[in-house]
């Protein structure tokens, strides 16, 4: 945090901008007569980007990557899925230069299964907090108005009842919601799957971390073999960790 505020001040002093980042962007708003910004909210908004942006990202995507390593069938299901499903993308396209667009993505069905498996054991977050708004009975407890409350997501995502064999990467069990195109657990959130929190302050970059994973597993597939050369072994902390890294070779195809 301190190196941050360092940075705001030393960003603030100059005349001109040097660079264009995210970071103007915020003194830009922090500098305009209307804002609601303050310095203190500023630098919080930076702290958090950098942890709900980078790092669980990252650690979602290595996680992505060793599955695939360990789960030859389910690599060669992602890369024939994702060589049709880009295929029929390019067939669709008026225009073969223009970048990816949006329908593109949501059409990518086997990939969407993918990243929510991926998602539902990672448990990135191991906790989310929540007030309760009013008395709520739960079993033979009542939890009163205004106290605390954690959630723990993997106790949801690893309940038996509801995932058959828990532990066991099998992006196919999410067949079912992808033939349903309102599938809350696909798209969002439901009480069963909550990878990315859920409510009102359900996780604004869901989406945004859907697009990079989606993306990056495209490209990994279509156009790279992989193989594990070492590290990969896994510990939470609570969350979800690699104490020794990951590292893979990729060969071009």
């Known amino acids: 945090m301190r190196m941050l505020k360092t940075m705001l001040d030393e960003r603030r002093a100059r005349p001109q901008k040097l660079q264009r980042d995210f970071f103007d962007?915020?003194?830009?708003?922090?500098?305009?007569?209307?804002?609601i910004l303050t310095k203190?909210?500023?630098?919080?908004?930076?702290?958090?980007?950098?942890?709900?942006?980078?790092?669980?990202?990252s650690l979602v995507i290595t996680l992505a990557t060793k599955l695939l390593v360990d789960h030859p069938l389910v690599l060669k299901a992602l890369t024939v899925s994702e060589k049709e499903e880009h295929e029929t993308i390019l067939k669709e396209r008026e225009?073969?230069?223009?970048?990816?667009?949006?329908?593109?993505?949501?059409?990518?069905?086997?990939?969407?299964?993918?990243?929510?498996e991926t998602v539902r054991l990672a448990n990135i977050v191991p906790g989310i907090f929540r007030k309760a708004q009013r008395d709520i009975k739960f079993k033979d407890y009542t939890i009163p108005a205004g106290?605390?409350?954690?959630?723990?997501?993997?106790?949801?995502?690893?309940?038996?009842?509801?995932?058959?064999n828990p532990l066991d990467f099998n992006p196919w069990r999410w067949?079912?919601?992808?033939?349903n195109?309102?599938?809350?657990?696909?798209?969002?959130?439901?009480?069963?799957?909550?990878?990315?929190?859920?409510?009102?302050?359900?996780?604004?970059g869901t989406d945004f971390t859907k697009v990079q994973?989606?993306?990056?597993?495209?490209?990994?597939?279509?156009?790279?073999?992989?193989?594990?050369?070492?590290?990969?072994?896994?510990?939470?902390?609570?969350?979800l960790q690699f104490p020794n890294g990951f590292h893979v070779q990729l060969t071009e195809r």
């Open 25 to 35: 962007y915020v003194l830009e708003e922090l500098e305009r007569e209307d804002t």
């Open 40 to 57: 203190e909210i500023a630098l919080d908004l930076m702290f958090v980007l950098l942890f709900a942006s980078f790092e669980t990202t």
């Open 95 to 116: 225009n073969l230069e223009s970048g990816f667009t949006w329908k593109e993505y949501k059409s990518m069905k086997f990939t969407f299964q993918f990243i929510n």
């Open 147 to 164: 106290w605390a409350v954690m959630v723990c997501p993997p106790a949801v995502h690893l309940n038996p009842a509801r995932y058959e």
């Open 175 to 179: 067949e079912a919601v992808t033939a």
């Open 181 to 204: 195109k309102n599938g809350m657990e696909l798209q969002g959130a439901s009480k069963h799957f909550m990878a990315f929190g859920g409510g009102m302050r359900f996780c604004v």
């Open 213 to 239: 994973m989606a993306v990056f597993l495209h490209c990994l597939v279509t156009k790279y073999r992989l193989q594990s050369v070492k590290g990969g072994d896994i510990v939470r902390t609570p969350g």
